[in-house]
């Protein structure tokens, strides 16, 4: 907690602050809120006071009102890059994802190297299925924080969501683009069968059919809806027929 502001205000309002942040660091948080209110009372632009107020919310598990402070806080000094950031904490808390997302993007430009933020930022966008921005900040996060602690969980997901990227730029016409998806996804998880089938219909669509047979095949071996996938093998035998 900011028991000394950051900012210019009457002593009054910084007493008050004060107060509430060794009420708060004792534990007293319902009085700790009294407090930070009253400074704010007094100076209604009083950006610490806001903050420290998200803050005892957030520990009281009250989301939305902490979400309101921290936007106080925000709008009173727009770079103000802790308070974006638990902005947007307190937005994803209540699964508000596509603004907690506006909040940690607005954080990012203060912390682009932040790997709890690179976390939180492709969270948020898988959550509202925005597979190219989650596959930016996820894979970020898995080439540049190689110990961070929530690689596990991120390196579980990862495939299918390089998977759910490549089937999105393929319904996009983005052939290029959903091959590079399907080469990331076979490369974490060999036994990805659906990506090899995917891969074959990109590679297909690309006339590249030595690639589409190999990768087809590659679906066939791991299983994978056998009979469609004899299917498109058997028209991408024909296309390659005919070339011949």
Not at 1 to 21: D, I, L, R, S
């Amino acid at each position: 907690y900011q028991a000394q502001p950051q900012e210019t205000v009457n002593a009054g309002a910084a007493e008050h602050n004060n107060k509430g942040a060794q009420l708060a660091n004792d534990g007293r948080l319902l009085e700790a809120v009294r407090a930070f209110r009253q400074a704010i009372q007094l100076v209604p632009d009083f950006v610490g006071a806001y903050y420290n107020l998200g803050r005892v919310y957030m520990q009281l598990k009250r989301y939305d009102d902490a979400a309101k402070a921290f936007a106080a806080a925000v709008q009173a000094r727009p770079d103000y890059g802790d308070a974006w950031y638990q902005l947007g904490i307190a937005l994803q808390m209540q699964k508000a994802f596509k603004y907690a997302g506006k909040a940690y993007l607005s954080a990012l430009a203060y912390y682009p190297n932040d790997p709890d933020l690179l976390y939180r930022l492709g969270f948020v966008f898988i959550q509202e299925k925005d597979w190219i921005q989650a596959a930016h900040y996820w894979g970020r996060l898995y080439d540049e924080y190689p110990h961070h602690t929530a690689l596990s969980q991120v390196q579980q997901h990862l495939p299918h969501l390089y998977f759910n990227l490549g089937t999105q730029h393929y319904a996009n016409g983005a052939q290029k683009d959903a091959e590079k998806a399907f080469l990331k996804t076979v490369d974490l998880d060999p036994g990805y069968g659906a990506a090899f089938y995917n891969l074959g219909l990109v590679y297909r669509d690309l006339e590249q059919f030595n690639q589409s047979q190999s990768a087809l095949e590659n679906a066939l071996d791991l299983q994978y809806d056998s009979l469609q996938v004899q299917s498109v093998l058997a028209h991408v035998y024909t296309l390659k027929g005919s070339l011949e």
